[in-house]
């Protein structure tokens, strides 16, 4: 693992992953920096407030670090494609140079699966998957453009890991929407496509094999993609009402067949663009094609070369989020 005496920064330190890699990394006696863009309790880290796109921050951040965990960007399936692009692009450039310059030994990037997704079914493939030709929002979009700036990137090893769907306690954006949505939610299409889903404590978990390995042996994963996951496909309708099972949610009833939400997400979006209305339509392009094909991975690379293996079952995860609401509730 980490050695003790890495001085470590995480970007998106508030968010759910990078929220929960602070905490584990604190935990094992790591010293820890966070880039927040608004002011957080972030338990023994040192907190750096600052923005992506303020190099002034990023010197500051990045000044006698060993390790970068940068998960920060501009997620979601709708919004300004020049703030994607300014985030996701130029912020993940402008760290990678920040990290460069102040002697930074190694740099993790969480990114996305969506990277190679066009919509057309993945049953098992792996990282020989090329990125996608098209690509159904400016998220994945720019995801990819930055995945490539950072795996191409020259004078700093680097690696990209792969998460899907994370889920667990302190989620704070996949089961809440599905809650919020409540009995509107139906089932897209008339099956029950397999997904990938990886739980909090297993994506930590590859995150701290992936900088260790850089640090210690960058030879090998120096330059490559990762996919990480829970290690065992599911349904994505089954899985998500056993997400709000556990959140003691009404679970989804109903279909809609999927010509009929492409139809409703491609009016949602023109509608939304006419009238320059910044908020997410009810279903986007990029939802529904999720919802309708199958997505999920070969993650032998991760468990040959990083050592990776989940630690945490379904099952497990799901009692523990069960734990988390029914505390929560008294």
Known sequence: MIPQGTQVLVTGA??????????????????????????????????????????????????????VFHTAAKAGGWG?????????????????RAAHAAGVRAFVYTSSPSVVFDGRPIEGEDERLPYARRFLADYPRTKALAEKRVLDFEGLPTLALRPHLIWGPGDRHLLPRLVARGKRLKRVGPGDPLTDTIYIDNCVHA?????ARLLDAPEGVAGRPFFVSDDRPVGLWTMANRLLEAAGAPTIRGRIPGNVARLAATLFEAWHRLTRNPREPLVTRFAVEQFLAPQWYDISAAKRDLGYAPIVTIEEGLEALRRSFASART
Do not use: K, W
């Not at 602070?22 to 863009?37: K, N, Q, T």
């Not at 300004?80 to 990678?96: F, K, S």
């Not at 995150?207 to 900088?211: D, E, I, V």
């Open 14 to 67: 508030a968010g759910f992953l990078g929220s929960a890699l602070v905490e584990a990394l604190c935990a094992r006696g790591i010293s820890v920096r966070a880039l927040v863009r608004r002011p957080a309790a972030l338990g023994a880290a040192e907190i750096v407030q600052g923005d992506l796109r303020d190099p002034e921050a990023l010197a500051r951040a990045c000044e006698g670090i060993d390790l």
């Open 80 to 96: 300004d494609p020049a703030e994607y692009e300014a985030v996701n692009v130029g912020g993940t450039e402008a760290l990678l």
């Open 207 to 211: 995150h701290l094999l992936a900088g």
